[in-house]
Nanobody, 123 residues
């Protein structure tokens, strides 16, 4: 599967952004989808994930209550709605996928990655 992320940009603290990721391939519904992020000088870290049926979602503690992940299997897309953004949310955000229905927070379990989209939150 190939992934194309979009929607990043510059926003003031407290603002919102919506990231989108378009996936190619007819077997999109067989993949767990996720978002990770990487700030300068830091390792790539887990942000959110959603199971194949869209019914189960998982979030990093740092974004719970502010970010919402969703997917549209008919459109082969996954989105990340980010509200109440903070300067510490500044990072490159990556869309990712793994075949199956298990969710992991470690990058090594995710097989497919998009190119990343920059999110910058100013204070």
């Amino acid at each position: 599967v190939q992934l194309q992320a979009s929607g990043g940009g510059l926003v003031q603290a407290g603002g919102s952004l919506r990231l989108s990721c378009a996936a190619s391939g007819r077997i999109y519904g067989r993949y767990v989808m996720g978002w990770f992020r990487q700030a300068p000088g830091k390792e790539r870290g887990f942000v959110a994930a959603i199971r194949r049926n869209g019914g189960d979602t998982y979030y990093a503690d740092s974004v719970k209550g502010r970010f919402t992940i969703s997917r549209d299997n008919a459109e082969n897309t996954v989105s990340l709605q980010m509200n109440s953004l903070k300067p510490e949310d500044t990072a490159v955000y990556y869309c990712t996928a793994r075949l199956g229905n298990d969710v992991y927070s470690a990058t090594k379990y995710w097989y497919y990655w998009g190119q990343g989209t920059q999110v910058t939150v100013s204070s």
